[in-house]
């Protein structure tokens, strides 16, 4: 028996003895494994990464041509006013634009919520439902690294969406040769308010989305948060304005993201509010009041996201 195995080619690699047939093409390779030399790029690096990865598949960039299909198509409807809005300077030669700089997101509120409640779920749904959480994790990234990656990629999402017309507008009133120094103030107001509008939006919006892996109920969750407390605190201003209760008026606009962002619009970038008539949000502590409820309420999601996050992919 040692003589035999001896003889076997396919142990030692070599002829077979006494002109013995081989037993086909045994062969013994050593491939083994490489180690890698290369540069170690760390979790700042990873941070990156899936932020780009996230805000190209919040517009859908990397994706099927049906997945880009809204997004775009919201894009475009987002920008077609101020390209109107354009048009009509350039033509009437007015002395400015038909709408300030800070409203531009507060109208457009319907198309920007739908924006965001097709991205939010997109970012984190989906990771949800087919469980590559665990692989982000194996990874040097964190949990805090992962919310803190998704929060910063919706606000740019948003921010990108908001700012754009804005842009649009400002080059136009440039060229139409409205007075430099004043559209450059509004400009800057409204890139302000834009983003105070993105911090909170992506906060609140992730938060909700981050709850179900299942994207369509994330959509219809995150456009309920969105819109029916706008109505809901909306009504409620009409209603104590009919009543005379001028005073309470303001303070039920911290009842909603809307009402805040039209409020702290109002109250500090110098533009008309929707509230009703005699309604001040800047007057008593009001302004005040609206930046704390703003900022606490964008802080207290992302906190209850991180807890979200804490035990998940284990």
Known sequence: MPNDQAADPAITGGAPAGGATARGDARI???GYRGYDGPRLGRSHARRALVEQSVRGAFGIGRSAKSKILPLLLLAIMVFPAVIMVAVSLVTNTDELPLEYTRYA??????????????APQMVSLDLRYRTIPLYFSRPLERTDYVAAKLTALGVAIFLFTALPLLVLYIGALLAELDAGDQTVGFLQGIAGA?????????IALLIASLTPRRGFGVAAVIAVLTVPFFAATSLQWILHDLGNEAAVGWVGLLSPGTLMDGIQGAYLGGATDFPPGADPSAGGMGV???LVTFGLAALCSFLLLRRYRKEGI
């Open 29 to 31: 390779h050593n491939i």
């Open 289 to 291: 009041a609206y930046l």
């Open 195 to 203: 983003v105070v509008f993105a911090l909170l939006h992506a906060a």
């Open 106 to 119: 507060v109208m457009l509120q319907p198309v920007l919520g739908l924006y965001i409640a097709l991205a």
